[in-house]
Each structure stands twice: as structure tokens, then as C-alpha cells.
């Protein structure tokens, strides 16, 4: 298994050369598990990452039609505004990651996300998120989701994260 996620022929990851180390091990891990066992991740056509720096992510999405449905005053199919809540929200997590020099667990605080705009199935759409800083334990970060042939907005997020969060362990849930 490669170091860096896979990624189509014409299109090369932009890796920043100050990441962690454990960054693209764990992305590897977490695109197999979106691709074969997430739910929802897995009936996405593409979820690729595009740009991996230090705080910030980028990834090419395309989300088929099962996602979508045709609101009064569409004029069309559009994918369901959720879905962008779900990718945000993920996407925005991994620039947390991107931003700690170890792995810790992470657990969403807050998530606000405002729609723009609609995007139609099967269309390209990129989302581009940001962690702006992690103070006292909290990471701050915010994104958008854009049609990626127009750049027009479809959704803007803005989000906090507790920063080494412990879950409840296998045995406390029997």
C-alpha cells in the first residue's frame, strides 16, 4: 500500500511538506474505509483529496443522483443540502488533523452551514476547508463547497472541534 492516497492519472495530490507524519497513513486508512464501508461515502462516484497542507484540505466530490430530489422551485434534480452538511463537517475535521504535530481524537462542537446555491447530481463540486487555530483544546474551521466548473457557492461551514476527545470504550457499552 502506498504512502499517499490514490489518486486518477490526470490529477496529482498537492501535499504540503510540513505535515505530520501520521497525515497520509490516515487518510490512506480513512479512504478505504469510505470507499468500502461508510454508508453514505461509499455511493459518492468521487472523494478524492486534492490538496493536503498544513490546516487546510481540499477535495474533489461528485454525489449521483440518489442523492437527489426536485424541489418546487429548482427547476431540476439538486442534490440534497445534508449531504453538504455531512462532507463539511468531515472535510473540516481533516484540516483539524492536518494542524496537530500527533494524532488525537477529535469530536465535533458546533456546525453551522449555510446554503447558497444548489448542485445538480452527477456535477464536479470541490470543497476547499481550513482550520484557522486550536486554542485551549478547541479548533476553529470553517469551508465552503463550490461548483467546481463555475466556482459558484453552494454551501459555506463554519465549525468547532474538541481536540482530544476519549470516547467511551467497547466494554461500557455492554
Given at each position: 500500500?502506498?504512502?499517499?492516497?490514490?489518486?486518477?492519472?490526470?490529477?496529482?495530490?498537492?501535499?504540503?511538506?510540513?505535515?505530520?507524519?501520521?497525515?497520509?497513513?490516515?487518510?490512506?486508512?480513512?479512504?478505504?474505509?469510505?470507499?468500502?464501508?461508510?454508508?453514505?461515502?461509499?455511493?459518492?462516484?468521487?472523494?478524492?483529496?486534492?490538496?493536503?497542507?498544513?490546516?487546510?484540505?481540499?477535495?474533489?466530490?461528485?454525489?449521483?443522483?440518489?442523492?437527489?430530489?426536485a424541489p418546487a422551485d429548482s427547476g431540476g434534480q439538486?442534490?440534497?443540502?445534508?449531504?453538504?452538511?455531512?462532507?463539511?463537517?468531515?472535510?473540516?475535521?481533516?484540516?483539524?488533523?492536518?494542524?496537530?504535530?500527533?494524532?488525537?481524537?477529535?469530536?465535533?462542537?458546533?456546525?453551522?452551514?449555510?446554503?447558497?446555491?444548489?448542485?445538480?447530481?452527477?456535477?464536479?463540486?470541490?470543497?476547499?476547508?481550513?482550520?484557522?487555530?486550536?486554542?485551549?483544546?478547541?479548533?476553529?474551521?470553517?469551508?465552503?463547497?463550490?461548483?467546481?466548473?463555475?466556482?459558484?457557492?453552494?454551501?459555506?461551514?463554519?465549525?468547532?472541534?474538541?481536540?482530544?476527545?476519549?470516547?467511551?470504550?467497547?466494554?461500557?457499552?455492554?
Amino acid at each position: 500500500m502506498s504512502d499517499t492516497p490514490a489518486q486518477p492519472d490526470d490529477q496529482k495530490l498537492e501535499i504540503g511538506d510540513d505535515l505530520p507524519d501520521f497525515i497520509l497513513p490516515m487518510m490512506e486508512a480513512s479512504r478505504q474505509f469510505i470507499q468500502n464501508e461508510h454508508n453514505l461515502f461509499a455511493r459518492l462516484k468521487t472523494f478524492r483529496p486534492t490538496r493536503i497542507m498544513r490546516g487546510q484540505a481540499d477535495f474533489s466530490i461528485t454525489v449521483p443522483a440518489d442523492f437527489s430530489a426536485a424541489p418546487a422551485d429548482s427547476g431540476g434534480q439538486v442534490i440534497h443540502g445534508g449531504i453538504f452538511t455531512i462532507l463539511l463537517d468531515t472535510i473540516l475535521a481533516y484540516t483539524v488533523w492536518t494542524r496537530l504535530d500527533r494524532f488525537m481524537p477529535i469530536a465535533t462542537i458546533n456546525l453551522k452551514t449555510d446554503y447558497l446555491g444548489h448542485a445538480e447530481p452527477e456535477q464536479a463540486i470541490k470543497v476547499m476547508a481550513q482550520c484557522e487555530g486550536i486554542a485551549d483544546d478547541v479548533a476553529f474551521c470553517s469551508g465552503k463547497a463550490v461548483c467546481a466548473g463555475t466556482g459558484d457557492v453552494i454551501a459555506l461551514a463554519e465549525g468547532t472541534f474538541m481536540v482530544g476527545t476519549k470516547g467511551r470504550s467497547s466494554a461500557s457499552r455492554l
